[in-house]
């Protein structure tokens, strides 16, 4: 079995995308509290960590910085769950230099940020974009999809034949979109849901191998739990995890998701930090309304 083959097995369950730390004073990185997320999540069995342009907030860091996160991700991990490392909205030369980086580092994959649609002509733009970087590196490939409807589904096929892509990130929160992924790419890719839990409840069902999250950056053992329960078609018992968590994502929607994350982090004992500007924090008044509610799901989830 190839490396390519080998990476594309492994990822599966929770995929925890994972947020970079920052220090309140100077918004400088916190590598010291990243580490010691990583190793949380390591220990509660977290199998995926994935870097990501969003979520690790990679589009306010420098070039520098982003190698500097994925360095100190793969070192801490040291092999003990897949780090998918994720490039900026570079240009192929920029990506490919990144990417030979990753595998100088040791990272097991490469998600390659969708493109910018200005640079974008066609179809065959992004499909050239991951073949040239294949050309030139040996580390597997997660394709990022934005796109909806069977026209993308189709691309994502074509992406599929290129052995380097073992994976694929999809960003589209639409049933009729999963549907035709389980009929035309979950056998060949790793499909990566986004969304968290509400998409990942029935995402799974159809096929999905692994999914992101919105609470397992500060409850990683149970949010890991419930997508093997959805693995393995437990569908009562992740409902009860779902149905806990409801409250506070219904809420974090409504405050927004990423500076919610941080926040909720932060109360559970992790380093969460505020987000750099130009991103939103949350206000003390919404930071007031939102700590009794993660408190009481980290109270249920725990059984306490």
Not at 4 to 33: C, M, S, V, W
Not at 76 to 98: D, E, L, N, P, S
Not at 273 to 286: F, S, Y
Request: charged share 20%.
């Amino acid at each position: 079995m190839s490396v390519y083959e080998q990476t594309g097995r492994r990822i599966r369950g929770l995929a925890l995308n994972l947020p970079t730390p920052f220090h309140g004073d100077d918004y400088a990185i916190h590598e010291k509290g990243l580490r010691r997320n990583v190793e949380r999540y390591v220990e509660a069995g977290v199998p995926v960590i994935l870097l990501t342009y969003g979520t690790s907030e990679f589009y306010v860091q420098s070039e520098e910085e982003i190698r500097r996160v994925t360095a100190a991700v793969v070192d801490q991990v040291k092999g003990r769950a897949v780090v998918v490392a994720a490039t900026g909205r570079w240009w192929t030369q920029q990506a490919i230099a990144f990417a030979l980086y990753c595998e100088q580092v040791g990272a097991d994959c490469l998600m390659l940020t969708k493109l910018l649609p200005s640079w974008i002509k066609s179809d065959e733009d992004i499909i050239d974009y991951h073949k040239v970087v294949a050309r030139r590196t040996r580390i597997p490939l997660m394709f990022h999809q934005e796109l909806t409807g069977p026209a993308s589904v189709e691309l994502a096929k074509r992406i599929a034949d290129i052995e380097h892509v073992v994976a694929m990130k999809q960003e589209q929160q639409d049933y009729s979109q999963y549907v035709l992924l389980s009929r035309g790419i979950s056998q060949c890719l790793a499909v990566v849901s986004g969304g968290g839990a509400p998409l990942a409840h029935w995402a799974h069902q159809l096929g999905v191998s692994a999914s992101l999250t919105g609470v397992g950056q500060w409850a990683p053992a149970p949010e890991k739990e419930y997508v093997q329960d959805l693995l393995k078609g437990d569908l009562a018992k992740a409902r009860k995890h779902f149905d806990i968590i409801l409250p506070y994502r219904l809420l974090a929607a409504g405050l927004g998701n990423h500076a919610s994350i941080k926040f909720a982090m932060d109360v559970a004992g992790y380093a969460g930090g505020p987000c750099r500007p130009p991103g939103q924090n949350l206000t003390a008044d919404q930071k007031a309304e939102l700590e009794p509610v993660v408190r009481e799901t980290l109270a249920a989830l725990n059984g306490s």
